[in-house]
């Protein structure tokens, strides 16, 4: 029972952390705390919906298509909207974020209505049996997919030349700008990287909470805690964040009731921040002169 | 008396001594100087003193009062202000309002003050006619209501003087209160300076990277060196001791 | 601003009931964002979660209606109050917080409220909590009752606000805001005056709350269970302007009569409001107060030419 409530856990944690990892990826190179980062998935999952059942394409073909047009978003919302005032505070591109929400909320409710509407489960969600213990077989596809595209990232950032700058970025501006690193391509680069998990996050959730323009809201808000757990910065933290967040909340909901979930994510929060204010994978914070 | 003393004051960053064993008193009523080349650990120091950082070792009393054991702004409380070398001011505010947030120390009743009793009132106006001769006092009544943004380094100096003044301490730490400037603001200054001391009766200890300046104001001059006292004397003695002298050529070589 | 007093005092004369409880609603908001203004805006700590302090006031004086019988005004304070305890104590354990973990905290604070609501069965979640008709000492309020009192209220918080942050106390809130090191070195306690903004900001956007309780007599985990209440507070602020009290005037107004006249059109209203954020940010960043203050001062000037120094008061 419990190793299940575990596993079971991970595999929602493990799509927790595909929206953790981005908010980190793009706080640490824009200092924007991107509010619309789940909003790029219910766009996502909508999108999806359309390829799928309206346009009867295949399910790999309808599968591309999100992710093109889901990647092509967040890009626009870089260069029409964040690219312009990126040199303001960070509260400034916090609301930013904000009114790239509210535009993606009421353009979607307007287009596909405010009903939650079913996806069609992809994976079949027939238990199979795994050293004793029955998951369901989408459990298994999402950790899987989730964890190749930990890997994917991993391998990005060492070895290609768009990730070493990516990294470069984050630890100093300047000199990465001094050594020659097109600065602002590799922003507009990092908001597409935060669209492509969106669009695996939004294909992979909707199955499970349905599709509907506020159906990321509290995905989104487990996003932050994985982030703050990693002190927004660290991506192994916010991954470890977000998994302890999806064990959690399965074991609290498994033996408190299901409405203590979203409770489990606000402690966390309150516990993380009100003991280690930056995070508890994050660097520590030395007060300097 | 409230003398100020440093006993064998240590800090380290990570494996990095930045001071150790540092010995400095403080005299009441005397200006003391705290010399060394770039990276001496002076502003460490001070920042030891102003509790902007701990001190792993020694100890650093203020009369019977252990600095140790305060924190920022209890420092203040104490009669003891600080300027920063590198200007740390309300910089979006008028040159007014920075002299007024200084005089914090002289709060008087919150309560009264939040909802501008007539009491609070009167307290605020005479905060005013103070500040104004803290702005005259050090020779910009005329720049008090401008942002100090737009205000010349050297009058930003000044502010940030007046803002510690405003507390009215009994102890005055100037950390490199001329860097930055040019010679007639510097001369400008040293008179300042001289009379903070001397008409104010406010002690002073002077952190400066400028010997013309410590030699002409200070009556005792401690000088650091890689973070260890090398010297102490009066200026007439510093000049000539051979440490010092290949300390601050060792810098220029360098340079 | 007098004026502007008088004005609010005189209008339900002339219009009809409907639109004095529109500007009831106003009036309330605006109480809320200057709550919120006060933290954010003068103190720079940035909150996404006011909304749990405005339900904290609702839910305050909803209960104490309906167990305890007490009336409106009582339980105005008793909203504000307890709100402000809970600002205290979440000052308390946010005191370390800064920036953009300070926002996340809040947020995770407005949730959590919201769950609270939707699951405790005191607050009776998607079912909701009557209020009794709104009284004072038994004479009954009607829409344009109630509009005065929220007007009364709202006037004498904002003087309140106003003597807030030109007294030495609102000094010491910008100075934590604009240098953390320079207000302590000049004794300024960050963690007293920092728990102190979270006190009073948190009280205010509590008594907004308890007003809003009373306009709609009624309270459910609907209303005040998601977080589009805080991020509406702090929309407020910012396209009104941080740190000035007109400012919230106009973004409270912005935050309320936009989405009325496009209430048959929610969707396009989420638009709309998504864009003009975007607009203000992007065009006039120091919000909408600083904006018609500078448009003002262009206008006296062309009207008064050669007459130099024109003052203008407004952000004031």
Redesign the interface.
Known sequence: MFAQQLMSGIATGSLYALTAVAIVLI?RNT?T?NLAQGDFSMVGAFMALVFFQVLHLSLILAFVATLISVIVLAVLVELL?MR??RN?D???L???T??????????S??IWG?DTKSFPNIFSVTPVSIGGMLISEAHVINILIAGGIGLLLFLFFKYTRAGIAMRAITDDVEAAQLMGIPVKFVVTLTWAVGGFLAAFAGMLLAPIIYVSPGMM??VL?KG??G??FGG?YSIPGAIVGSLMIGIAENIAGGYLGA??K??I???M??LI??FR??GLMGGQAR?E? | MANLMAKGVSVHFGGVRALSDVNVEVPEGSIIGLIGPNGAGKTTFFNCLSRFLSCDKGTITYGDKDLRRCSPHNIVRLGIARTFQNINLFKTRTVLDNILIGMHRHIGNLVSATLSLPGALRHERSMRRRAEEIAELLGMKTEINEIVRNLPYGIQKRVEMGRALAAEPQLLLLDEPVAGCNEEETSELCKIVYSINHDQKITILLVEHDMSMVMSVCKYIYVLDFGKNIAEGTPAEIQSNPAVIEAYLGEQNAA | MAGFFCLLLVLPLFIQGFYASLLTMTFIYIIAAIGVNILTGFTGLVTVGHGGFFAIGAYTTALMGKYLGVSMLPGLFAGGITAGVVGFLLGIIFLRLSGAFLAIGTLGFAFAIGSILNNWSIFEGREGISLPHNSIAGLKFGDVGLYYFCAITMIFLILFANSLIKSSVGRAFTAVRDSERAAESSGINLRFYKTLSFTISAALTGMAGALFAHHTNYVSSETFGDSWLSVDFLVAVVVGGQASLAGSILGGAFVVLLPYYLSEYRDFAFILKGVVLILVLLFAPAGLSDLLGRLYRKILGKIVRGQSDVSCNLRD
């Open positions: 706080f200092r705390i909207v312009k005032i303001a960070w509260l400034t916090f609301t930013a904000l009114g790239v929400y509210y535009i993606l909320h009421g353009v409710g307007w405010r809201d509290t808000i932050y805690v982030a703050v927004l409405q203590y979203v409770t994510a606000f402690v929060i309150v921040l009100a204010p930056r007060r002169v």
